[in-house]
């Protein structure tokens, strides 16, 4: 029997037909033979387990889901805040109050848990939040007064902020190599969430039985499913010691992505402070300002806003980060400044043409300035790293709110929500023109696994070099 050899590496092979290396050659019981490249799959770090019944890709489709689940969650009130200050007889003091202990909860929790899922895993930490989020629904559906809405609110920030940096993290591991589809997951799921948790919310109040209780229940039947499926992902992070020194309060940012995280940290602001605006007093403003009291067009407003801001994100997935986000902080100025346009003339139309354009803003610019830093993370900083994020967004997102909340009792609604629309349209507008002037290096990423690779068929040993043939066509 004659024993083929491999080819040399480049040149012609039988019958003269030319061909050039792309990949590795292995040799079964057929003799060699080509092989078939298989789906790109990262590694995981020492001591990670993948022993599941979900494959990665049903796996980051879960986990992708999950924060959608959390942002519509955290956006289902704010379509209800003017039928809950009509039952419950309370004013813009208590809703600022509201608003105010889910952002301190929220960044509290982010700031103590935040890495802990790169000490003790990713699946522990992700089951307790989602217990903890199904707490807070299960205090929502019990709410009868003030109190109870804000003891809800405190239990679902503890939770959301234990939850952000490790589906953040999750994403990243489980993402294709070679890919950036967890920075892009971690930019559309949640501005997707918001959007569903807008309309769902704003439908099930006007046309639903138990107006503020429906919403509630529909998202805890989701809470329960996700709680079932955590069981059977596969954990992506090794556990390490340090998981009590990790608690300790403070921005982990590796030192590689420090200067790219500062030079972002400005559309971080820009962005989340808009969304911030839209989430805290658009459906104040739709029913004093634009005597729109329908709580389903509330829900559409908010989630036209996150939505536009999602579709941007995917439409723009394969451009540059510095032309993302330049792009969208330029739509970003453009929406705020058709924003304050509608406020002044009292218009319902432009109002939403004002929201969509900034939406699609938020998501281009902010997908630009995450995709940016996630590459610069190794699998154990992640966590730590998408929790900075997100600690400097819900800053951006809280503070402005807050203030609004002040001085909407000083100077009023109107007054307010112009104000604080100019202040978002200066402030992305400095950020343009700072990215302009000095733009940061682009990121270097780390090294790459090598890809994998199968066999076409039967058990295979590799043939010296890392290298395959193309398939070749014989010419005349």
């Known amino acids: 029997m004659t024993t083929r050899s491999p080819p040399a590496r480049g040149g012609r092979g039988p019958g003269g037909c030319s061909w050039r290396p792309t990949g590795r050659l292995l040799r079964n019981s057929r003799g060699w033979r080509r092989l078939v490249p298989a789906r790109t799959v990262r590694p ?23 924060v959608a689940t959390f942002l519509a969650a955290s956006s289902a009130p704010s379509p209800l805040y003017p039928a809950y200050e009509q039952a419950f007889g309370f004013g813009p003091t208590t809703l600022t109050v509201v608003f105010a202990v889910y952002v301190l909860a929220l960044l509290a929790a982010l700031l103590v848990v935040g890495r802990l899922s790169d000490h003790v895993g990713r699946r522990p930490v992700l089951a307790a939040a989602l217990a903890l989020e199904l707490a807070s629904l299960v205090v929502f559906l019990a709410a009868s007064d003030a109190g109870w809405l804000v003891a809800a609110r405190v239990v679902q920030g503890l939770a959301t902020g234990g939850a952000i940096g490790v589906l953040g993290a999750y994403l990243l591991d489980l993402q294709p190599e070679g890919t950036q589809r967890g920075a892009l997951v971690n930019s559309v799921a949640p501005m997707a969430g918001l959007a569903v948790g807008g309309v769902l919310a704003g439908v099930l109040s006007q046309y639903g039985p138990a107006p503020l209780r429906l919403v509630y229940a529909v998202l805890g039947v989701a809470v329960v499913v996700l709680l079932v499926l955590v069981r059977f992902l596969p954990e992506t992070s090794a556990t390490r010691p340090g998981a009590l020194a990790s608690m300790r309060p403070e921005i982990a940012v590796p030192a590689r992505a420090r200067r790219t995280f500062l030079a972002s940290t400005p559309v971080f602001l820009s962005t989340w402070s808009l969304g911030g605006l839209m989430l805290s007093v658009s459906g104040s403003v739709l029913a004093t300002q634009l005597g729109e009291t329908n709580h389903a067009v509330s829900g559409v407003v908010i989630a036209l806003f996150t939505g536009a801001g999602a579709t941007a994100a995917l439409l723009g997935r394969d451009r540059s980060s ?12 453009v929406g705020v400044a058709a924003f304050v346009l509608a406020l002044v003339l009292s218009s319902l139309a432009l109002l939403v043409v004002a929201v969509v354009v900034a939406g699609t803003g938020f998501g281009a610019a902010f997908l630009g300035a995450l995709r940016s830093l996630t590459s610069l993370a190794r699998p154990h900083e992640r966590s730590g790293l998408m929790s900075a994020v997100f600690t400097v967004s819900y800053l951006a997102f809280s503070v402005p709110a807050l203030a609004a909340g002040v001085l909407t009792r000083v100077v009023g609604l109107h007054a307010t929500a112009l104000g604080y629309a100019t202040v978002v349209g200066v402030l992305a507008a400095t950020a343009l023109g700072a990215d302009l002037l000095v733009r940061p290096p682009a990121p270097a990423d780390d090294a790459v696994p090598e890809d994998e690779a199968v066999a076409a068929d039967g058990p295979a040993e590799t043939a010296g070099s890392p290298e395959q043939a193309r398939p070749c066509t014989q010419t005349a």
């Open 44 to 66: 995981l770090p020492n001591g990670a387990s993948m022993s599941s019944s979900l494959a990665r890709p049903a796996a980051f489709g879960v986990v992708g889901a999950t």
């Open 322 to 333: 510095a032309l993302l986000a330049r792009g969208g902080l330029g739509a970003l100025v």
